[in-house]
């Protein structure tokens, strides 16, 4: 078992929750609801950017970070027990947002205060994992330069919620500010990249950077280039957000702004490329799994985006197509790495706390036993080879492809889905070997949180 560190009891809880959002969402976009059948801004495509961003993409990345947050500092979890509530304000407040979004729509008929009740909910369960993680990554000051992404992702989710809050207040008729309704008019574009880039994508950095060495074998890196990156995503982030609050309540243009915060940005993730590029030539595991294979085409999937912005910013159509750079950046990248981790995530948890217990005195599977690789791999070639579809569908402004691939999305996350839930379920692993004696079975959604 990792030095030190105990298992967080409920990250499979919240991995759950977010692969079922996930197929929530693939679902509604396979019928059509929401864009492209819908306009960006209306309240059926603001349910699934909704569902995606927080159903999906915060639970999945609050869970693992519970887990590999004392990983990247060697330290425990600051409370085990926060947890839990923190995941049931989340999801009650997602309820919550849904609901109004649905009132808008004329869905609902009563005027109940779903965004009211949305800001505190979601404001608290925030607040819960935010107080957490941060009393964790102080406990372990100095921090190694992984952890500090993570903590920069924290300022993201702050600065995240801050503005969804404004938003609630102001389409719950709770405040009348003529600056907040400025606010929540020209800002959803700031809300955007402070939740996609300043938190998902700053933690995904944070993590990946241990997570690939330790999976590939590759000395953790902490060089002037890596330095650099999280130096370019600081700056790229405050020239974002806070810069472009300032332009809207002058009444300045945010142009300036995002172009700015994206030329820096873009450098960063450059760097951050080149540095994935060297943990791969480093490697002392030739033999590359799945997951990393998969993540690669995660990565691709990144550079798509960022050459995409580059293109359609140059010839003047990225407000127009902007919806496809989000998609590829939510799913293709974002979407694509996190089931890509969690193919590996899940079966090494679920290892140690199995047969933590009784390592060095029973004889025990390897990690590599708990699933079997090329039954899996279909389901992740069809899900990229569906987001890239539905990328161009959304390019060309074809509802009925995009339907089509969102559907193929939908299948492929379910049959790796199953694919988890087997290695959760140690079905893969021989009757004989599966539980030696000593060792612990393991819950579907909770875990057996056991210092190490």
């Known amino acids: 078992m990792v030095t030190g560190v105990s298992l967080s009891r409920w990250t499979m809880s919240y991995f759950a929750a977010a692969l079922a959002a996930l197929l929530l969402a693939e679902g509604l976009m396979a019928a059509g609801y929401g864009y492209p059948s819908a306009s960006i801004e209306s309240p059926r495509t603001l349910i699934v950017v909704h569902i995606v961003t927080i159903g999906w993409l ?30 049931l304000c989340l999801l009650s407040g997602l309820v919550a947002l849904l609901s109004g979004f649905l009132w808008l729509d004329g869905q609902i008929e009563d005027a109940l205060p779903f965004f009211p009740i ?40 702050c600065l995240t919620t801050a ?26 574009s700031l809300h955007a990249l402070a939740g996609l880039a300043g938190w998902l994508t700053l933690c995904a950095i944070g993590v990946s950077y241990r997570l690939f060495a330790m999976f590939m074998l590759t000395p953790e890196l902490d060089r002037r280039g890596t330095r650099l990156v999280l130096h370019l995503a600081i700056c790229a982030l405050v020239i974002a957000v806070p810069g472009g609050v300032l332009a809207i309540l002058s009444e300045g243009s945010l142009n300036p702004v995002l172009l700015a915060a994206g030329t820096v940005g873009l450098a960063a993730l450059g760097l951050y490329g080149r540095d994935m590029l060297y943990l791969y030539r480093a490697r002392k595991r030739r033999m590359i ?15 798509l985006t960022i050459l995409l912005t580059a293109i359609l910013a140059g010839s003047g159509a990225l407000e127009r197509h902007v919806a496809v750079v989000v998609f590829l950046a939510a799913f293709g990248w974002l979407s694509g790495l996190g089931l890509a981790m969690l193919y590996k995530i899940v079966p090494f948890l679920t290892w140690l706390e199995c047969y933590g217990p009784v ?55 379910a049959g790796i889905i199953v694919q988890l839930l087997r ?28 210092r190490a």
């Open 118 to 157: 949305a800001a505190i909910l979601l404001g608290a369960g925030f607040a819960l994992v935010i107080w957490n993680l941060a009393r964790t990554l102080m406990s372990g000051w100095p921090l190694p330069l992984p952890a500090r992404f993570v903590g920069v992702g924290l300022v993201g989710i």
């Open 423 to 450: 290695a959760r379920r140690l079905v893969d692993v021989s009757a004989e070997a599966r539980f030696p004696e000593g060792a612990h079975r393991p819950g579907l959604l909770y875990s057996f949180a056991q």
């Open 289 to 303: 799994e799945l997951n990393t294979r998969m993540a690669v085409l995660a990565f691709a999937s990144l550079g």
């Open 163 to 188: 503005l969804g809050t404004i938003f609630a207040l102001v389409r719950g008729g709770v405040t009348d500010n003529a600056y907040l309704i400025d606010l929540a008019g020209r800002g959803v």
């Open 359 to 413: 390592l060095g005195k029973k004889a025990t599977p390897r990690v590599q036993d708990l699933v079997v690789e090329n039954r899996a791999e279909k389901w992740f070639l069809l899900y990229f080879a569906s987001v890239w579809g539905g990328a161009a569908a959304l390019l060309y402004e074809h509802s009925p492809t995009f339907q089509a691939s969102a559907a193929g999305m939908l299948v492929a996350t």
């Open 58 to 87: 915060s639970l999945l990345m609050c869970g693992a970070l519970f887990q590999f947050v004392p990983v990247l500092i060697h330290r425990p979890l600051f409370n085990n027990v926060l947890t839990m509530p923190a995941l």
